[in-house]
């Protein structure tokens, strides 16, 4: 392999891990942007409920949906209405942070489809989903420009001698 060709094997590897990484923290901030609409628009047992009423008289709704939130969701709105918007924020948050990303990825999609079975799609699910199966599937990769990595490279610039205001101190 020649320096040229491993130049834009490295180029092609960085490119990869930006544009995975992008996609993290994008779908992140699209969960985060709904949780935070949810909560400042008061979302709660009423919303649920609503929910729950649609699906029972919607024929696109799959009757094990239809079951589970007349069985399940109905019985405990006040719980899902709490928790709804608590899931959202926290897909968000650990999405941009890039904690746990294989299994917060796997969950935003679970959660996209639980909203689409329901019946409650909006134009961004669609592309959430396909960013989660993205996530998802490149995890290692969205992984490695994360919390911990990011406070690593700053505690190692910190160190450095080349570092802003790093002063070494002499004894004479």
């Known amino acids: 392999m020649t320096t040229t060709d491993s130049r834009v094997a490295r180029s092609a590897r960085v490119a990869t891990v ?4 992008l996609a993290r923290v994008a779908l992140g901030a699209l969960w985060l942007h709904e949780g935070i609409v949810k909560y ?9 409920l609503l929910v729950v009423q649609s699906a029972a008289s919607n ?3 799959p009757g094990f949906y239809r079951a589970f939130t007349r069985d399940v969701v109905g019985h405990v709105p006040t719980a899902f209405g709490v928790g709804v918007p608590l899931l959202e924020v926290s897909l968000g948050i650990a999405l941009i942070l890039g904690i746990a990303t294989l299994p917060v990825a796997l969950l935003s999609a679970f959660q996209l489809c639980n909203y689409w079975s329901a019946d409650q799609l909006i134009t961004q699910y669609p592309i959430m989903l396909a960013l989660s199966v993205a996530v998802a599937a490149f995890a290692s990769t ?10 690593a490279a700053v505690h190692q610039l910190k160190k450095s001698p080349l570092a802003i205001g790093h002063h070494e101190r002499r004894v004479v």
Do not use: K, M, P, W
């Open 18 to 21: 930006v544009a995975a990484t």
């Open 142 to 151: 969205a992984s490695r420009v994360n919390l911990r990595t990011s406070l």
């Open 59 to 61: 024929e696109r709704v």
């Open 40 to 48: 400042h628009a008061g979302f709660g047992r009423a919303d649920i």
